[in-house]
């Protein structure tokens, strides 16, 4: 069984017998999202620690999303519920980069690609995404390599 998932599932256990409402309710919910991705498709099989870790940042980012709506809705107590799932699922994943690393390592991508205009965006997109490696959202990297060679 990956590290990861031991993790969650152990912390689990422990949040239970702290009676932690909210990790507890946050913890169960990513496994059920990966017990989900495993039995999902053809044939049931046994999730690596990077599929783990894309399952959990799919969810952090719905939690995003969800406190955004609940936010422009008016109704602060579900976002900020929403926010502190997050906030958990986040203990779970890589160190995101700061901006000033995003533009730095975008720029190196651009040089070593050859890059000159927003059509090789989608050739420097290939080579960013697999360089950040989770490390920053698809969107986040979009805008800086748009920026930059536009």
Do not use: H, N, W
Not at 13 to 36: C, G, H, P
């Amino acid at each position: 069984m990956p590290d990861l998932k031991d993790r969650l599932r152990a912390d689990l256990t422990t949040a239970m017998k702290s009676r932690d409402e909210l990790r507890t309710a946050t913890l169960r919910m990513v496994l059920a999202a990966v017990s989900a991705e495993e039995v999902a498709g053809t044939q049931a099989r046994e999730l690596s620690d990077d599929e783990v870790q894309a399952v959990l940042r799919r969810e952090a980012r719905k939690r995003r999303e969800a406190a955004d709506a609940f936010a422009a809705a008016g109704r602060a107590e579900q976002a900020d519920r929403e926010r502190a799932e997050g906030d958990v699922l986040a203990g779970y994943l890589p160190a995101q980069l700061a901006d000033a690393d995003l533009a730095a390592l975008v720029a190196d991508v651009i040089t070593r690609t050859g890059a000159g205009s927003v059509r090789d965006m989608g050739r420097v997109m290939g080579v960013a995404q697999a360089e950040v490696a989770g490390r920053a959202e698809g969107a986040r990297v979009a805008a800086e390599v748009r920026r930059q060679l536009g």
